[in-house]
């Protein structure tokens, strides 16, 4: 893992206990997503990818 990624994961930790804190738990719910996805990056990705648009543009 890069010195820029753990930084970015030490910033989404802290983010996600102050939002915890605040009583924001839609917050703390998408940095735990963010978080999960930051220590998988080693392995396949099986979800949707909507990067693109959802196909549906006509």
Do not use: T, W
């Amino acid at each position: 893992m890069s010195d820029e990624v753990k930084e970015l994961r030490r910033r989404l930790i802290n983010d996600c206990i102050n939002s915890q804190k605040e009583g924001d738990m839609q917050m703390a719910d998408g940095i735990k997503v963010a978080l999960f996805e930051i220590d998988h990056l080693n392995q396949p990705y099986f979800g949707n990818d909507y990067s693109q648009g959802d196909g549906d543009d006509d």
